[in-house]
């Protein structure tokens, strides 16, 4: 369980180093709108080779990765609704402005989008024994360019270095739980149940990426968007087959 948590970390780590490269690193909007391209497309491998693939390799006819593929984006989507009402709309936004009174809802936004990611690396360490590297590189990834746009907004609201990084900690070490409660809570699961969750989470970061990720990161990286994301994609892929190749 402990190496769950610390793996979890692991990944969650990027929120606060996109949190100090925000803080102290001056980068240009297309930039960034380019690294959310790149991030965009190592998920988009993760989501199809680690979890979608494995899913249906693991529950094949019974149609449990079918459900929870739709169901992980419906599910999604309403909770997506509902948090963006409460003002945390612009929280992957590269232009977006975080104010004291939206701390709250930014957090429950930030939480929506990582919870599934860090769900799947305790899944995988349950299911195989040991930690995906594919799953693992490609959360890091992704995480970067979410903490480095929500930090700049965050300081263009006036907030103080140590406020920013201090939330982003928090936040942090909250999905590194998530990581816990994948390993913990489907300890004793039916290869149904996995495969199910699995593509749940699958359905709401696909949601995710094509609702907030992608057209940030096509509105300020321009068309070149595209051929980062098959960049990102393709480094996804070579890390899964060395991983692979090295198991």
């Known amino acids: 369980m402990l190496n769950s948590f610390l793996w979890g970390l692991v990944a969650t780590s990027s929120l606060v180093i996109g949190g ?3 803080c102290f690193l001056p980068i240009g909007k297309r930039t960034l709108g380019l690294v959310m391209a790149f991030g965009a497309g190592v ?3 993760a989501v199809a080779y680690e979890l979608v693939y494995e899913a ?10 079918a459900a929870g593929l739709f169901l992980g984006a419906l599910t999604f989507y309403v909770a997506d609704r509902v948090i963006s009402n409460m003002g945390a709309s612009d929280r992957q936004a590269i232009e977006g402005a975080a104010g004291a009174a939206l ?7 930030i939480l929506l989008d990582g919870i599934p990611e860090s769900t799947v690396i305790g899944l995988g360490i349950l299911e195989g024994g040991t930690v ?3 799953m693992l590189v490609a959360i890091f990834i992704s995480n970067l360019p979410e903490a480095i746009a929500g930090t700049t907004g965050m300081r263009a609201g006036g907030w103080s270095i140590g406020k920013v990084l201090g939330l982003w900690v928090v936040i942090a070490v909250l999905c590194a739980l998530f990581t816990v409660a994948g390993f913990a809570l489907f300890g004793n699961a039916s290869p149904f149940l996995l495969a199910f969750v699995n593509t749940f989470a699958a359905g709401a970061i696909l949601t995710m990426l094509a609702n907030s990720m992608m057209p940030e990161a096509f509105g300020h990286g321009g068309k070149l968007a ?3 994301t098959v960049l990102g994609f393709s ?5 899964a087959l060395l991983e692979k190749a090295g198991g």
């Open 20 to 22: 100090l490269i925000g």
């Open 43 to 45: 998920l988009i491998s």
């Open 56 to 65: 249906v390799a693991q529950a094949k006819g019974t149609g449990g990765p």
């Open 103 to 109: 701390v709250v809802p930014m957090l429950l936004g």
């Open 132 to 134: 995906s590297i594919a």
């Open 226 to 228: 595209g051929l980062v």
């Open 235 to 239: 480094t996804a892929v070579l890390v």
